[in-house]
C-alpha cells in the first residue's frame, strides 16, 4: 500500500517500512528532524505549524493525483483533525475517528459522558474566565485540580490544597487556558495507573496495566513499571472498568491509553486518548509481554484486523520499567554534555538509554512531561526490581551545564 503518514510516532513509521508498505510523511516544522530525511519516507513534506487544514489537504492532493495513496493515517491526536479532512478530500480510507478524538479530548465533554452512562466519576465543574473558575472552585472544594480542557502533556494542571495556594494555580494553568475554559474536578487520592488496549469492532484487549509514578505537585509524569504490581483482585477491578469505558464512548478499531486512579472507592478515570501510549509505555509492553503494540497499531492503521495476530492470554516473561531524569533549573543554565551514558548502557538490565536534550539548550523549570531530559528503561524480575533497577541507572546520569549570565 501507498499509506500516507501525517504526524509523528515514528516507530509505527518503521513498522509500516517493515510491512513493505510504501510511506510519505507529512509533518508540522516543530516536529520534524534532521534524520527525517534519511528516514523509510519515499517523500518528506514539512508544513508551517500555522497551516490550516486545507493547506494539508491541497498537499496531499497534489501528490495523490501524481500517484494515489491507498490510505492516510496517524498515531497522535494533534494531527487528527488533518487526517480525516485528507481522507475526506481525497476519498481514501482512514481508521481516525474524529468524533471519537472528540469525546475524549474534550475534558469537560469526556465526564458529561461518563455521568450519563452512571460510571463512576468524581465531582467536577467546566468553567470560562477567571470568575467562573473560582465559583467552580469553591464549588468542588479544596483539594482539587484544575487542567485545560483540551491539553496534554500534563501542560497546565494544577492542584490547590489551600485557598493561598489559588492564585499560583491559575498561573500555571494561564489566562490563554482560563478564557477558553478549564475542568476543575476533587483531587483524586490514590495509587495512578494506565491501562493500554486495543478495541476491533466494539471488541477491547487489555494488553497490559501500567503503574504510573507522577510528581505530586507538577504531574509531571517520573516513571512507570509493566505490569503494574496489583493484586487479582485490584486488577479486575481496573480493567473491568476501563472496559467499561470504552464501551460507553464507542472506542473501534484503535488502540487506547486511558489513565486511572485507584481510590478508596474503586478505580476513577482521569484521562483517556484514541493512541497508544507515549513516555516509551509500549517499549515496556514490548519487554514484558513481547506484544509489540507499534506493530499491532501500525497494521492497524490501515485496516488490517489485529485480533488475530494477539496471544489468546498475553502473559509478562518480565517486569520492565522507565524512570526519567528531570534536571530543573534557570535557563541561564545550558547543557554542556552528559556523563555517564556508557556506562549506563553496559549495565546487563538496561535495555535502552534516551537523551531528551542536545547540548546547548537551556536547563529547563520543569513545569510539564517535555521538560525532563532523559530516560532509561530496565527490566527485572519483579516489577519492584525492574523499578529499582531503572531508577538507580537514571541517577548514574551527570547532566553538566554551563552558566551565563542573564542578558540585559
Given at each position: 500500500?501507498?499509506v500516507?503518514?501525517?504526524?509523528?510516532?515514528?516507530?509505527?513509521?518503521?513498522r509500516?517500512?517493515?510491512q513493505g508498505?510504501?510511506?510519505?510523511?507529512?509533518v508540522?516544522r516543530?516536529?520534524a528532524?534532521?534524520e527525517d530525511v534519511?528516514?523509510?519516507?519515499?517523500?518528506?513534506v514539512?508544513?508551517?505549524?500555522?497551516?490550516?487544514t486545507?493547506?494539508?489537504?491541497?498537499?496531499?492532493?497534489?501528490?495523490?493525483r501524481r500517484?494515489?495513496?491507498?490510505?492516510?493515517a496517524a498515531?497522535?491526536?494533534h494531527?487528527y483533525?488533518?487526517?480525516?479532512?485528507?481522507?475526506?478530500?481525497?476519498g481514501?480510507?482512514?481508521t481516525?475517528?474524529?468524533?471519537?478524538?472528540?469525546r475524549?479530548l474534550?475534558k469537560a465533554r469526556m465526564?458529561?459522558?461518563l455521568?450519563?452512562?452512571a460510571?463512576p466519576?468524581?465531582?467536577?465543574?467546566?468553567a470560562?474566565?477567571r470568575?467562573?473558575?473560582?465559583?467552580?472552585?469553591?464549588?468542588?472544594?479544596?483539594?482539587c485540580i484544575?487542567?485545560p480542557v483540551?491539553?496534554?502533556a500534563?501542560?497546565g494542571?494544577s492542584?490547590?490544597?489551600?485557598?493561598e495556594?489559588?492564585?499560583a494555580?491559575?498561573?500555571?494553568?494561564?489566562?490563554?487556558?482560563i478564557?477558553r475554559?478549564?475542568?476543575?474536578e476533587e483531587?483524586?487520592?490514590g495509587?495512578?495507573?494506565s491501562?493500554?488496549a486495543?478495541?476491533t469492532?466494539?471488541?477491547?484487549?487489555?494488553v497490559a496495566?501500567?503503574r504510573?509514578?507522577?510528581d505530586?505537585?507538577t504531574?509531571?509524569?517520573?516513571g512507570h513499571v509493566?505490569?503494574?504490581?496489583?493484586d487479582?483482585?485490584?486488577?479486575?477491578?481496573v480493567?473491568s472498568y476501563?472496559t467499561r469505558v470504552l464501551?460507553a464512548f464507542?472506542?473501534?478499531?484503535?488502540?487506547?491509553h486511558t489513565?486511572?486512579?485507584?481510590?478508596g472507592?474503586?478505580?476513577?478515570i482521569?484521562?483517556?486518548?484514541?493512541r497508544?501510549?507515549?513516555?516509551?509505555?509500549m517499549?515496556?509492553v514490548h519487554?514484558?509481554t513481547?506484544?509489540?503494540?507499534?506493530?499491532?497499531?501500525a497494521?492497524q492503521?490501515?485496516?488490517?484486523d489485529?485480533?488475530?495476530l494477539l496471544?489468546?492470554e498475553?502473559v509478562?516473561?518480565?517486569?520492565?520499567?522507565a524512570?526519567?531524569a528531570a534536571p530543573?533549573g534557570p535557563p541561564?543554565?545550558?547543557l554542556?554534555?552528559?556523563e555517564?551514558?556508557e556506562?549506563v548502557r553496559a549495565?546487563?538490565h538496561?535495555?535502552?538509554v534516551?537523551?531528551?536534550r542536545?547540548?546547548?539548550?537551556?536547563?529547563?523549570?520543569?513545569?510539564?512531561n517535555?521538560?525532563r531530559?532523559g530516560?532509561?528503561?530496565a527490566v527485572?524480575?519483579?516489577?519492584?526490581?525492574?523499578l529499582?533497577l531503572?531508577?538507580?541507572?537514571?541517577s548514574?546520569l551527570?547532566?553538566?551545564?554551563?552558566?551565563?549570565a542573564?542578558?540585559?
Open positions: 500500500m501507498r500516507l503518514v501525517i504526524g509523528t510516532n515514528r516507530v509505527c513509521h518503521e509500516l517500512r517493515d508498505h510504501e510511506i510519505v510523511l507529512f508540522p516543530a516536529r528532524r534532521r534519511t528516514g523509510p519516507y519515499e517523500h518528506v514539512i508544513l508551517d505549524d500555522e497551516a490550516g486545507d493547506l494539508w489537504a491541497d498537499m496531499a492532493e497534489v501528490l495523490h500517484i494515489p495513496f491507498d490510505a492516510v498515531y497522535n491526536e494531527t483533525p488533518v487526517v480525516h479532512a485528507v481522507s475526506e478530500r481525497l481514501i480510507t482512514t481516525v475517528d474524529l468524533d471519537l478524538f472528540g475524549v474534550d465526564r458529561e459522558i455521568d450519563k452512562h460510571i466519576s468524581c465531582r467536577h465543574a467546566f470560562r474566565g470568575h467562573a473558575v473560582l465559583e467552580a472552585i469553591e464549588r468542588i472544594g479544596l483539594p484544575v487542567k483540551d491539553a496534554e500534563s501542560v494542571v492542584r490547590i490544597d489551600t485557598e495556594r489559588i492564585e494555580a491559575l498561573r500555571r494553568v494561564g489566562p490563554h487556558h478564557a475554559g478549564v475542568v476543575v483531587f483524586l487520592d495509587e495512578e495507573y491501562v493500554e486495543l478495541s469492532g466494539g471488541r477491547h484487549r487489555i496495566v501500567t504510573k509514578f507522577t505530586g505537585e504531574f509531571v509524569s517520573r509493566v505490569p503494574a504490581p496489583l487479582p483482585e485490584e486488577h479486575e477491578a480493567t476501563v464501551d464507542g472506542f473501534h478499531d484503535c488502540p487506547s489513565e486511572v486512579m485507584m481510590t472507592r474503586g478505580p476513577r482521569i484521562e483517556m486518548h484514541n497508544i501510549g507515549g513516555d516509551a509505555i517499549d515496556l519487554l514484558s513481547g506484544v509489540d503494540m507499534y506493530d499491532m497499531v497494521r492503521s490501515i485496516g488490517e489485529v485480533s488475530v496471544p489468546d498475553i509478562h516473561g518480565h517486569s520492565a520499567a524512570w526519567y530543573s541561564t543554565h545550558s554542556l554534555h552528559v555517564g551514558i556506562e549495565l546487563p538496561v535495555r535502552a534516551t537523551l531528551l542536545e547540548p546547548g539548550s537551556p536547563q529547563p523549570t520543569v513545569r510539564h517535555f521538560d531530559s530516560r532509561v528503561l527485572g524480575d519483579s516489577p519492584r526490581q525492574a529499582s531503572a531508577r538507580e541507572a537514571t548514574m551527570r547532566f553538566v551545564y554551563s552558566w551565563s542573564p542578558k540585559d
